[in-house]
C-alpha cells in the first residue's frame, strides 16, 4: 500500500531546513527549500527511486489497478526514469529479456530492463523503434511529457494538451486489448476531441489528481483503462 511519507522519520532528515543566503536568487532559493524538504524527494532517495514521481504512479495503480498482469509496458517522457523503474519491477524486465522501452529528449541514465530512446517522441521514427524495442505488444502506455513551459499559462496548456493527444493516438495504435493509457495533462480542461476520441476506444476514462502532486501543480493524470481493441481494416481501407 501506498502511504503519503512520515515528515522527518523516514529519512533521517529534519523538514523544514532553510538554504543559507547565497548568490541564488530569492525564488531559486525557495524553490530549492521546497524541494529538500519535500517528504516525497527524501522518500524517493530512500527507496530508491530517481525522482518523487514514482509515488504519483504508486498512488495511481494502487487505486485503478493498472500495473497488475502488465507485460510490456512503454513509458514516454521517461527521463529521469522512476517510472521505467517501476515498469522494469512489475514486468520483471531484464537485459536478456527487454519488457520496457523508454524514450525522451533528454539523456537518460541506464536503467535494468529498460530499453531508453534518447529521442523526441514527436520524431516520425519514434513509434516504429518503440514497438521494436519493447519487443512485443505493450499492454500499458505512460506518459510523463510535459511541454517545456514557456510562462504564458494557455501556450503551455495547449502545447502539453497535444502532446497528450499525440500520445493517445500511439496508445490506440499499439495496445493490446484491455490494455491501458495514463498521460499527464493540466488542468483547465481536456479537449471535447481527445475525451471523446478515449471513450470511443476505452472502457473507462477519468482524471486523476495523485496527492504526490504538489497542491500548487496544475499537473492531472488522464487514465483510459481496458482498451477495446482495434477494428479490422475494411477492404476499402486498406486499399483492395
Same mark, same amino acid.
Given at each position: 500500500m501506498t502511504k503519503a511519507p512520515i515528515a522527518?522519520?523516514?529519512?533521517?532528515?529534519?523538514?523544514?531546513? =532553510? @538554504?543559507?543566503?547565497?548568490?541564488?536568487? +530569492? #525564488?531559486?532559493?525557495?524553490?530549492?527549500?521546497?524541494?529538500?524538504?519535500? %517528504?516525497? @524527494?527524501?522518500?524517493?532517495?530512500?527507496?530508491?527511486?530517481? +525522482?518523487? +514521481? +514514482?509515488? =504519483?504512479?504508486?498512488?495511481?495503480?494502487?487505486?485503478?489497478?493498472?500495473?497488475?498482469?502488465?507485460?510490456?509496458?512503454?513509458?514516454?517522457?521517461?527521463? %529521469?526514469? #522512476?517510472w521505467s523503474q517501476i515498469a522494469a519491477n512489475v514486468t520483471g524486465s531484464t537485459d536478456a529479456d527487454v519488457r520496457v522501452a523508454a524514450i525522451d529528449f533528454l539523456e537518460m541514465a541506464p536503467l535494468p530492463g529498460v530499453k531508453i530512446l534518447q529521442l523526441d517522441f514527436l520524431d516520425p521514427e519514434a513509434p516504429a523503434k518503440l514497438i521494436e524495442a519493447v519487443g512485443g505488444t505493450p499492454d500499458l502506455v505512460i506518459s510523463d511529457m510535459a511541454a517545456p513551459t514557456t510562462g504564458h499559462q494557455k501556450t503551455d496548456h495547449l502545447r502539453t494538451m497535444h502532446l497528450c493527444e499525440v500520445a493517445a493516438h500511439f496508445a490506440i495504435e499499439v495496445l493490446a486489448e484491455g490494455g491501458h493509457f495514463l498521460a499527464k495533462t493540466f488542468q483547465g480542461g481536456t479537449e471535447r476531441e481527445l475525451l471523446t476520441l478515449l471513450k470511443q476506444n476505452f472502457r473507462q476514462v477519468v482524471h486523476v489528481k495523485p496527492s504526490a502532486s504538489r497542491s500548487e501543480s496544475v499537473e492531472m493524470f488522464l487514465l483510459a483503462k481496458g482498451f477495446k481493441g482495434r477494428k479490422p481494416a475494411t477492404a476499402e481501407e486498406a486499399g483492395d
Open positions: 522527518g522519520n523516514r529519512t533521517g532528515r529534519k523538514l523544514g531546513q =532553510k @538554504v543559507k543566503k547565497t548568490k541564488l536568487k +530569492a #525564488s531559486s532559493r525557495r524553490w530549492l527549500e521546497r524541494h529538500i524538504n519535500d %517528504p516525497y @524527494v527524501q522518500r524517493a532517495k530512500l527507496e530508491g527511486y530517481r +525522482a518523487r +514521481a +514514482a509515488f =504519483k504512479l504508486l498512488e495511481i495503480d494502487e487505486k485503478h489497478n493498472i500495473l497488475k498482469g502488465a507485460r510490456r509496458i512503454i513509458d514516454l517522457g521517461a527521463a %529521469p526514469g #522512476s
